[in-house]
């Protein structure tokens, strides 16, 4: 475990026995915030965005963006332009 872990571990265990919570030693409460660390990481790739996707088309102007939605190269594929407003 980090050094963080540790300290919020004892922390942990110093606030249940405060509390009355007499059962739990240090390596449950170890185990416990080993486990809340992995829950964020689970959260954080679930909740992140998908990476941009670039242009599905073959239309490719000579300056690298999409003929048909003008994306530039490496940007996310955008709705395709109308003709001339």
Do not use: W, Y
């Not at 660390?37 to 998908?50: G, N, V």
């Amino acid at each position: 475990m980090s050094g963080i872990s540790i300290i919020m571990a004892g922390a942990l265990q110093r606030d249940l026995l405060a509390r009355g919570v007499r059962h739990l030693d240090l390596s449950d409460c170890e185990a416990i915030v080993a486990r809340m660390f992995d829950s964020i990481h689970i959260i954080e790739r679930r909740t992140r965005p998908a990476p941009a996707r670039r242009c599905e088309t073959e239309l490719v102007a000579s300056d690298g963006s999409c003929e048909a939605c003008g994306a530039a190269k490496g940007e996310t594929c955008q709705k395709p332009r109308n003709g001339p407003a």
